[in-house]
């Protein structure tokens, strides 16, 4: 029996074009709020991680665009917007 690819595998196969825009920041004075910690947990891609003054900090590039994160922790902590046309993920099922 083969085994399954791993999910960093699978997320590999995708094709990621980057924006000239961000489209997606941490609002600033938010680095800290408790709200964040619950991106680091869900997160899809892994793109959260809190840094050694406890704040947390974002890496868009692999972003999913799932919208998971801005549910996690709301509109007031996270700036959310699809980014512009001919950027982001391109999924590819491989």
Known sequence: ????????????VNVFKPDKARHINIRP????????KAAVVVCPAGLYSVND???????????????TCRIACGPEVLDWNYPNGEAGVQFRFG
Do not use: W, Y
């Open 1 to 12: 029996m083969s085994e399954r690819p791993s999910l960093k595998a699978k997320l590999g």
């Open 29 to 36: 004075g938010f680095e800290k709020d408790p709200r964040l």
């Open 53 to 67: 003054r406890g704040e947390v900090e974002l890496d868009i590039d692999g972003c999913l665009e799932c919208g």
